[in-house]
């Protein structure tokens, strides 16, 4: 497949490293330098866009793949409040999209779990949950997608908790957490380097219990996204990556 990458950071630069071993072609690269040869001419020597860009860029170049008929991968975060918008548009069109928070298997056998998790803590309301997650310094958005994502999957399952709210803190400054018990609590925390890590957190007076994802490097990552690219080719509409991963 010829892929157009929207986004050559830290993992642009993954992503195009998979798709050549996986003997694809890389026919166009957009990063900040460059915005000016994102064309619809160039777009359209593409079969695939996959874009990890910026919470600030990601909605021009959803348009900008739109208006050339291209399918696009998004994996970029920290833009959920538009995405009611974006799954209408896509859903009355031809065109295809697919979004995840997060592309790794893992980190999607993981949202299977904490689904399964929450529904069973609606039995045991002495255990109250929260959600951490830690990123490396460079993170433009906080709390993560990945972590909305688990908190989300919370707060459809347990019967208790109906919003999310968010803290970011680092060891140097806590902040104190006004969460209710109706909010379902995600503590963001800045370290240098660390690719992202989350864990849920059920805790009572009596014990915890935890279920954790570590990311080692971003390679799961970027191979999620070209496997993305691969599954789109052909579709029409809005997926998530849950459609892509046959967990149920
Ligand atoms: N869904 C998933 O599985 C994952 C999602 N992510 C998300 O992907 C996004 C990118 O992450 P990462 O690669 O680590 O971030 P980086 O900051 O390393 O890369 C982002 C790149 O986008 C470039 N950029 C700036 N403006 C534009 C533009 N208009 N069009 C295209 N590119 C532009 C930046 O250029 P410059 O530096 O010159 O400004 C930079 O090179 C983040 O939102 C992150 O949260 C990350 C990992 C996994
Ligand atoms: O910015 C990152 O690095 C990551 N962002 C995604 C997120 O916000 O969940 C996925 C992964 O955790 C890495």
């Known amino acids: 497949m010829k892929i157009a990458l929207l986004g050559?950071?830290?993992?642009?630069?993954?992503i195009e490293k998979i798709a050549l071993d996986r003997k694809h072609e890389i026919v166009l690269k957009i990063d900040y330098d460059n915005q000016q040869d994102l064309t619809t001419e160039n777009l359209q020597k593409a079969d695939v866009a996959i874009e990890f860009s910026t919470p600030g860029t990601v909605l021009a170049n959803i348009n900008h793949c739109f208006d050339a008929g291209l399918p696009i991968v998004v994996g970029t975060t920290g833009w959920h409040q538009q995405i009611t918008e974006i799954k209408q548009r896509?859903?009355?069109?031809?065109?295809?999209f697919i979004y995840g928070t997060n592309f790794s298997v893992g980190v999607n056998i993981f949202f299977h779990v904490n689904k399964v998790l929450a529904k069973l803590m609606n039995n045991h309301p002495y255990y109250d949950v929260q959600v951490e997650e830690i990123h490396h310094l460079q993170k433009l958005d906080s709390p993560s997608g990945t972590a909305i994502t688990i908190a989300e999957g919370i707060i459809d399952n347990l019967d208790q908790k109906k919003q999310w709210i968010n803290i970011l803190t680092d060891a140097n400054n806590p902040v104190e957490d006004n969460a209710k018990a109706e909010d379902v609590l995600i503590e963001s925390h800045r370290i240098d380097s660390v690719p992202g890590t989350h864990t849920v957190i059920y805790d009572s007076e009596v014990d915890t219990i935890e279920i954790k994802h570590t990311a080692h490097n971003r390679n799961g990552?970027?191979?999620?996204a070209?496997?993305?690219?691969?599954?789109?080719?052909?579709?029409?509409?809005?997926y998530s990556v849950e459609d892509m991963f046959d967990l149920s």
């Open 221 to 224: 990552f970027a191979l999620g």
């Open 226 to 238: 070209v496997l993305a690219a691969e599954w789109i080719k052909g579709k029409n509409g809005f």
């Open 8 to 14: 050559y950071g830290k993992m642009g630069k993954i």
């Open 90 to 96: 896509y859903n009355n069109s031809d065109n295809a």
